[in-house]
C-alpha cells in the first residue's frame, strides 16, 4: 500500500493551522481579559466613532477637536453613572443581603400554598413523586438564596474597593482618549511594525471581524442599553407610584443581563416575575410589569430592524450550544460570551465553513 505523502502533509497542514487559530484565539481572550480596561475603552470607542465623524462632518473642526469635545461630553456622563450607581447598588445590595431570608420565606411559603393547591389526584402523580417535589423545594431555595448570598457578597466587595474602581477607570479614560485623538498614529504604528504580508492578511480577517463583530456589538449594547434604562426608569414610576419595588436598579440590571442573553431576552424573567406578582395578590403590579415589558418589546423591535443591518448568519440552535458551551466552562458569563465567541470563529474559519470543515480539510484536490 502507497501512502501519499503529499496529501496528509496538506492534511495536517490545514489541521495545524486550525489549532493554532484556536490557540491563539484563547490567548487573545485571555489577554482581553487582562487588559480589560483598554477592551472596555475600544468599546466605548467604537460607539463614539460615528458622533466623532459626524461633528467633523457638520463643523468642519479638526478630529482632534471633535474627539476632545465628545472625549469630554462622554467622560462627564460616565463618572455621574458610575458614581450614582456604585452607591446605589451599595445600598440595594446591603438591604437586599439583610432581607434575604425573608424573601426566601416568603418563595417557601408560596410554593408550598401551590402545591396545597394542586389536586395530585386528578394528576395521578405517585405518591413518591409528590413526596419530592415537597421535599425538594427547601433544598432549591437553600441553593438559590447561598447563590444569592455569594453574588450580592461578591458584588459589595466589588462596588466597596473604590481604589480598584479609580485606577480601572482612570486607565480606560486614557485609553479611550489616546483612541479617539491618535487613532490614524496608532493605525500607522502597528502596519509600520508588521510585516507587510502580515498587514494584507491579518488586515482583512480584522477588517471583517471588526464589522461583524464590532456591528453586532454595538447594535446589542444599544438595545441592551435602551432595556435597561426602559425598565429602570418604569420601575422607579412604580415604585414612586407606590407599589412594593425595593430593589430598581439590582432588578433592572438583572433584566438588562438577561436581555444580552441571545434567544432569552427580558420576558424570561418579567412574565415569569408578574405571574407570581398575580399568584400573591398584587395584580396591579403584575399587570403594570407586562405593561413596562409590552413597552420595551415594542421599543426593542423598533430599534432592531435599524441598529442590526443583517443577520450575523448564526442559527439559533448554534448560539443555544455556544451559550451552553460557555455556561459549562466559564459560568453565567460564559452565556454571553459563548456567542460572541461562535461569531469570531465563524468569521476566522469562514472558508473552510463555506466549503465544507471536513471537505476542505481532507478533500484531495
Known amino acids: 500500500m502507497i501512502i501519499d505523502m503529499s496529501y496528509w502533509t496538506r492534511v495536517f497542514s490545514r489541521i495545524l493551522y486550525v489549532i493554532l487559530i484556536l490557540i491563539g484565539l484563547i490567548i487573545a481572550l485571555k489577554l482581553s481579559v487582562f487588559y480589560l480596561p483598554f477592551l472596555i475603552a475600544f468599546i466605548i470607542y467604537l460607539i463614539m466613532e460615528p458622533a466623532i465623524k459626524w461633528i467633523m462632518k457638520k463643523t468642519n473642526l479638526t478630529r482632534k477637536t471633535s474627539s476632545i469635545a465628545i472625549f469630554i461630553i462622554v467622560s462627564i456622563v460616565i463618572l455621574g453613572l458610575l458614581t450614582w450607581i456604585i452607591f446605589t447598588l451599595f445600598s440595594e445590595a446591603s438591604n437586599l443581603l439583610q432581607d434575604l431570608n425573608i424573601y426566601i420565606e416568603k418563595a417557601y411559603n408560596l410554593f408550598e400554598n401551590l402545591l396545597k393547591n394542586v389536586d395530585f389526584g386528578k394528576i395521578k402523580l405517585p405518591d413518591e413523586i409528590q413526596g419530592i417535589l415537597e421535599n425538594s423545594t427547601g ?27 479609580a485606577i480601572y477607570f482612570s486607565i480606560t479614560v486614557i485609553a479611550l482618549y489616546f483612541l ?15 510585516p507587510k504580508t502580515w498587514v494584507l492578511r491579518v488586515g482583512k480577517h480584522i477588517k471583517d ?29 412604580l415604585k414612586f407610584m407606590g407599589f412594593k419595588l425595593e430593589f430598581p436598579l439590582l432588578i433592572a440590571l438583572g433584566i438588562g443581563f438577561v436581555d444580552a442573553l441571545p434567544i432569552l431576552g427580558s420576558g424570561t424573567v418579567m412574565i415569569p416575575w408578574a405571574i407570581i406578582c398575580g399568584i400573591n395578590g398584587e395584580i ?31 442559527h439559533p440552535l448554534f448560539t443555544l450550544i455556544a451559550m451552553y458551551t460557555g455556561f459549562k466552562f466559564i459560568g453565567i458569563m460564559g452565556m454571553l460570551l459563548g456567542p460572541i465567541i461562535l461569531i469570531i470563529l465563524k468569521n476566522i474559519f469562514a472558508t473552510l465553513i463555506d466549503g465544507g470543515v471536513m471537505k476542505t480539510i481532507f478533500d484531495r484536490r
Open 180 to 194: 479617539c485623538v491618535d487613532k490614524i498614529y496608532i493605525l500607522d504604528q502597528i502596519e509600520h511594525h508588521l
Open 139 to 165: 433544598d432549591i431555595l437553600s441553593t438559590l438564596s447561598n447563590w444569592a448570598r455569594n453574588f450580592l457578597n461578591g458584588l459589595i466587595d466589588i462596588v466597596t474597593s473604590i481604589p480598584s474602581i
Open 209 to 237: 471581524l471588526t464589522k461583524t463583530l464590532g456591528g453586532y456589538l454595538k447594535a446589542e449594547a444599544t438595545l441592551i442599553l435602551v432595556s435597561f434604562i426602559i425598565s429602570l426608569i418604569g420601575l422607579y414610576i
Open 284 to 314: 396591579n403590579l403584575g399587570i403594570a410589569i407586562i405593561i413596562l415589558l409590552i413597552i420595551m418589546s415594542v421599543v426593542r423591535q423598533f430599534l432592531e430592524p435599524r441598529l442590526v443591518s443583517k443577520n450575523i448568519g448564526v
